[in-house]
């Protein structure tokens, strides 16, 4: 299919980049993810290598590619950057959510407690229905669990398709801040989602920023005002079915 063709290419691409962004840290650290389609597990809970993973998959409705590093912007600052990239098949029906919930573990810095976290996010939408949606959500677990969706949280992010084709739709409440106490090493766990109705080229993207710091709110604040837009954006193309 085109669409897998330019995906894995444009995959590639982003690797490479997060490849650069992540060579900076010394995480010593462990991805988990798993994949939903309309809540059905699509894979079972993979554990990617090193501080960033690209990878391209096909679920029941979906064609998607995610993407995910984690970097040490200083010994006061870490980040992690997920995105979600979703084409709704020709065989789909009706309103489909595809899903990708994340769990990285065993990371000490920022040293101190409470820590503050603060995520941001951004959703891009192609030929879609109004209300269709883009919902992120991000948790900071003082225990360094590898469970998915546990901890302290901020609450779910959500951007509204207008219907057709919008850019940059912005996730609410933006940002999302809480804190957490910690005594060792912790966890950030990220929940992605896109739930799209099926036209002739549907098309979603979801990017979900999560920053931890000591201290704050100043300094975090300055951080996320230049926050990138969906930097696999180039994978929202209008694209003909066949």
């Known amino acids: 299919m085109r669409f897998l063709t330019q995906a894995k290419v444009l995959s590639a691409m982003v690797l490479g980049a997060l490849l650069l962004l992540a060579s900076a840290s010394s995480a010593r650290a462990g991805y988990f993810y798993q994949i939903f389609d309309n809540g059905v597990a699509q894979t079972g809970i993979v554990t990617p290598a090193g501080n960033t993973f690209v990878t391209v998959v096909s679920t029941t409705n979906f064609d998607i590619t995610i993407a995910s590093s984690f970097t040490v912007q ?16 020709a ?26 976290v603060s995520s941001s996010g951004a959703a ?33 992010q959500t951007g509204t398709s207008p219907g057709g084709t919008a850019f940059g739709v ?13 005594s060792g090493n912790y966890s950030l766990k990220q929940d992605l989602k896109l739930s799209l109705t099926e036209h002739v ?4 993207q979801i990017e979900l920023i999560t920053d931890v710091a000591i201290p704050a709110p100043a300094g975090l604040a300055l951080v996320l005002t230049g926050l990138p837009v969906l930097g696999l954006g180039g994978l929202l193309r209008r694209r003909k079915k066949a």
């Open 170 to 182: 912005v996730l609410l409440p933006n940002p999302s801040t809480f804190e957490f106490a910690k």
């Open 74 to 89: 200083t010994s006061g600052l870490t980040t992690l950057d997920s995105q979600l990239q979703a084409h709704e098949k």
């Open 91 to 116: 065989t789909s029906t009706g309103k489909n959510t595809i899903e990708i919930r994340i769990a990285y573990t065993d990371y000490a810095l920022p040293a101190g407690s409470p820590v503050t």
């Open 201 to 204: 080229n549907t098309t979603g």
């Open 124 to 156: 891009n939408f192609g030929d879609t229905s109004m209300n269709d949606t883009g919902m992120g959500q991000a948790w900071g677990d003082a225990g360094n669990t590898s469970t998915f969706n546990t901890g302290v949280t901020g609450g779910v």
